[in-house]
């Protein structure tokens, strides 16, 4: 059995949290800067340019992406053959407490969702937990800003639904957010299960690292095309880059049902993944 410190935990998260904000992945600015050498429009190309040169600025300068600085999603992995010494949800909490106060970031969770008043250190986060094979702590810590996550949509799907229909509620969905979420997006899309499984598997959808089978991957494709035949582009102004990237998740279902659920992300997808 392998012993884990709980302060090892807080560290860690401490410096993830400052480093998802400040920083976004090589593979999204690649393909931001994929999509600006394909975008039609000359507006569009104009503000994929600026928020490469956004991003640029906040890695060196150690500055948020974005002032909305979210509320901190965690998928977390405990194997099998870990101990934790503390305890877990608290340790990373502290960590959340501690990144955002010393690193200057917009703290954004109100403690009652009628009341409204700031918690002041953007905990608690939402934490999910799995217990898994192994002796490490896996965490996929995700920043999710209001903005978009106001725009995501569920629907309760027929058991009968072709692929047709999922495609077109993924595209008014596109339509419906417009400019409000700040494209070009990533979206999330969480298919089968429970009307809060599907939910959940679309938010986890965001930070997947793996591929399904083909033909899903081929779904993934299809949908980004329409998506992108929406005109929106980015920032809303226009063009053939609405989104950016297109992640399902799926999971079995009751044979009577079949939810899915569009979980909208902006174009600063902030995530970060630490293995303890």
Same mark, same amino acid.
């Given at each position: ?14 410096? %993830?949290?400052?480093? %998802?904000? !400040? ?5 999204? &600015? ?12 000359? +507006?569009?190309?104009?503000?994929? *340019? ?7 600025? %906040? ?36 960590? &959340? ?24 250190? #953007? $905990? ?6 799995? +217990? ?20 995501? *949509?569920?629907?309760? =799907?027929?058991?009968?639904?072709? @692929?047709?229909?999922?495609?077109? =509620? ?14 070009? !997006? ?8 429970? =009307? ?8 986890? %959808? /965001?930070? @997947?690292? !793996?591929?399904?089978?083909?033909? &899903? ?7 980004? @095309? ?15 880059? $609405? ?5 399902? /998740? ?7 049902? +079949?939810?899915?659920?569009? #979980? ?13």
């Amino acid at each position: 059995m392998r012993k884990i410190d709980s302060e090892i935990i807080t560290k860690e998260i401490k410096e %993830a949290v400052q480093t %998802a904000n !400040y920083s976004l992945e090589q593979n999204l &600015i690649q393909k931001l800067k994929t999509a600006a050498n394909k975008e039609k429009s000359d +507006l569009g190309k104009n503000v994929l *340019k600026e928020l490469i040169e956004n991003a640029k600025i %906040a890695r060196e300068e150690n500055i948020p992406i974005c002032q909305d600085t979210g509320i901190v999603v965690i998928f977390a992995e405990v194997g099998n053959n870990v101990k934790i010494n503390g305890d877990l949800n608290e340790a990373i909490n502290y960590g &959340i407490k501690i990144g955002y106060n010393e690193g200057y970031l917009r703290n954004s969770v109100v403690e009652d969702p009628f009341k409204r008043e700031n918690t002041g250190d #953007n $905990t608690p986060a939402i934490i999910y937990t799995d +217990l898994v094979e192994g002796d490490r702590l896996n965490l996929k810590i995700l920043i999710k800003g209001a903005g978009s996550e106001n725009m995501s *949509k569920i629907k309760m =799907f027929k058991p009968t639904s072709t @692929k047709k229909e999922i495609i077109d =509620f993924v595209v008014e969905t596109v339509e419906k957010a417009g400019a409000n979420a700040c494209p070009p !997006y990533i979206l999330g899309i969480g298919i089968g299960g429970t =009307f809060e499984k599907a939910a959940l598997l679309s938010k986890k %959808a /965001l930070v @997947k690292d !793996y591929q399904e089978d083909s033909y &899903i991957e081929d779904l993934e494709s299809k949908i980004l @095309k329409e998506v992108n035949k929406t005109g929106i582009g980015p920032a809303g102004l226009g063009g053939n880059t $609405t989104a950016l990237g297109v992640n399902i /998740l799926t999971h079995p279902c009751h044979i009577a049902s +079949l939810p899915v659920a569009v #979980n909208v992300n902006c174009h600063a997808s902030r995530h970060i993944k630490i293995s303890i």
